[in-house]
T-cell receptor, first 116, second 116 residues
Framework: AQKVTQAQTEISVVEKEDVTLDCVYETRDTTYYLFWYKQPPSGELVFLIRRNSFDEQNEISGRYSWNFQKSTSSFNFTITASQVVDSAVYFCALSEADSGNTPLVFGKGTRLSVIA | GAVVSQHPSWVICKSGTSVKIECRSLDFQATTMFWYRQFPKQSLMLMATSNEGSKATYEQGVEKDKFLINHASLTLSTLTVTSAHPEDSSFYIC????????????FGPGTRLTVL
């Protein structure tokens, strides 16, 4: 069975600090996708990244970066120089890729509060 | 491109009434749509998989007679909460799989249901 664990329930940082959100996953599939979503208070999910299991290269997009470590089944997300607008709940998610027709399994989310 | 809409964005109803929520893929076709439910401060949980032209597949613990799903076209799936009760109050989010994009899901903005 697939499972996504986000051990950090809530994190609070002061603006301009760097913060890393942890994500550990479990799956028996050799082909899968990993995702990160941001959910602001409005509720709408904002897509941040999708990474397939064969691409272990780390990714950087502006202040965001992701570290995919297959050996430890982790897909951590770092925000550099955090801003108040980064305050939201962040979800890590996993889906099988073989059939191309599978739903996402979400972690419980990490609530990030960035204080000015 | 790849926009998914939901209607209504929020609804308040009396206990015992039925509520219909629409999920539309606006600029692509989707043979498969997923319905998720999110209780306050919790994660998204898959309720059911909606397949165009066939019966929906429900997750364990989700009552199919209470949550009626109809996927009548390649761009529309509806979720009807029948005889709603206060415990059905939740945030309902749909996602649609694009036919032209392998395993890529696009999420709607969500519908917040409050049952009095």
């Amino acid at each position: 069975a697939q499972k996504v664990t986000q051990a950090q329930t809530e994190i609070s940082v002061v603006e301009k600090e760097d913060v890393t959100l942890d994500c550990v996953y479990e799956t028996r599939d050799t082909t899968y996708y990993l995702f990160w979503y941001k959910q602001p208070p409005s509720g709408e999910l904002v897509f941040l990244i999708r990474r397939n299991s064969f691409d272990e290269q780390n990714e950087i997009s502006g202040r965001y970066s992701w570290n995919f470590q297959k050996s430890t089944s982790s897909f951590n997300f770092t925000i550099t120089a955090s801003q108040v607008v980064d305050s939201a709940v962040y979800f890590c998610a996993l889906s099988e890729a073989d059939s191309g027709n599978t739903p996402l399994v979400f972690g419980k989310g990490t609530r990030l509060s960035v204080i000015a | 491109g790849a926009v998914v809409s939901q209607h209504p964005s929020w609804v308040i109803c009396k206990s015992g009434t039925s509520v219909k929520i629409e999920c539309r893929s606006l600029d692509f076709q989707a043979t498969t749509m997923f319905w998720y439910r999110q209780f306050p401060k919790q994660s998204l949980m898959l309720m059911a998989t909606s397949n165009e032209g066939s019966k929906a597949t429900y997750e364990q613990g989700v009552e199919k007679d209470k949550f009626l799903i109809n996927h009548a076209s390649l761009t529309l799936s509806t979720l009807t909460v029948t005889s709603a009760h206060p415990e059905d109050s939740s945030f309902y989010i749909c996602s649609a799989l694009s036919l032209s994009s392998y395993n890529e899901q696009f999420f709607g903005p969500g519908t917040r249901l409050t049952v009095l």
